[in-house]
């Protein structure tokens, strides 16, 4: 594991506690940090949302195509674009993420208290390691990677498997949204077979599976010891986790298709920002499904 400042300074909150409510932004990519070359977009941003007391957590997908405008950076001069290309824009790795937490930053106003950017690729020993998966398969739909079919219904997946089948989003019937809440589902099964592998108490199997997330993962804890973020995310009940789409919808611009926010995103970043996400998840229950 990484540690690096993956945060831009405006994006970043000045405390370094745990108390109060806690937002984190996770990057996801298929390729390692320090690979250069084409290709450098983000194929997964996600905000973890813990609110004050740590009982439960919301996981945000940002729709990958969502039209923002992109602040200058890295030698990018600015402007409008998908938000997945901030990333890219900004060099990827430290930089990109840098980008990318500006980008997020000025569109919802939220500061992050840490940040971590995922190889998803690397994440696949991980879950080897741990045992596999169990993964709950809604809709039939066969991998344009691999040709393999996902039946529907619930199934162990190993390493190879999960990430083929979180990364589908062609022929599904919410197309790129359902492909978000697979990957929602997924890091809840992570979390789910890590409590059953008991890694506290099992120091050599800890250790293998720190060292297979090796260089896959790099981490921006904000100046909180990892120990204590981990404590905290501990505490969450296995029924604490919610996967929330930003309310959105597709939209066509010059022949670009693009993700455009409906109504400024209805209130959801506003609830991100505060301590009204549990009223606003209540209120909104057709943007938030139970993981």
């Known amino acids: ?172 019937p919410g197309g790129d949204y359902d492909r978000q809440h697979h990957q929602q589902q997924l890091l809840r099964a992570m979390l789910d077979s890590a409590g059953k592998a008991d890694l506290r108490s099992n120091p050599v199997k800890l250790d293998q599976v720190l060292r297979a997330v090796g260089g896959s993962l790099t981490m921006d804890t904000n100046g909180v010891p990892l120990e204590d973020l981990l404590l905290a995310l501990r505490a969450l009940p296995p029924d604490g986790m919610r996967g929330v789409q930003v309310p959105s919808s597709p939209q066509t611009i010059d022949e670009v298709s693009y993700v455009v926010l409906d109504n400024g995103g209805n209130g959801l970043f506003e609830a991100v920002r505060g301590r009204a996400m549990p009223a606003w998840a209540q209120a909104n229950p057709r943007w938030v499904t139970r993981l």
Not at 54 to 76: H, K, M, W
């Open 1 to 172: 594991m990484t540690k690096e400042q993956l945060l831009d300074p405006d994006a970043r909150t000045d405390r370094t506690d745990l108390d109060g409510p806690l937002n984190y932004l996770l990057v996801g990519s298929d390729r390692r940090p320090g690979d250069s070359g084409p290709d450098q977009r983000s194929d997964t941003i996600l905000i973890v949302h813990v609110p004050a007391g740590q009982r439960e957590a919301y996981l945000v997908s940002i729709p990958r195509d969502l039209l923002v405008a992109i602040p200058p950076g890295n030698g990018f001069g600015g402007g409008q674009d998908k938000i997945n290309a901030a990333y890219e824009h900004g060099g990827g790795g430290q930089a990109g993420a840098q980008l990318l937490s500006a980008t997020l930053n000025r569109l919802t106003g939220i500061r992050f208290d840490g940040a971590a950017l995922i190889d998803f690729s690397g994440f696949r020993k991980v879950i080897d390691l741990l045992g596999g998966v169990q993964m709950c398969v809604d809709t039939e739909v066969r991998s344009i990677h691999t040709n393999r079919v996902f039946p529907t219904g619930c199934q162990q997946m190993d390493g190879a498997q999960a990430l083929d089948y979180v990364r589908q989003r062609y022929d599904l």
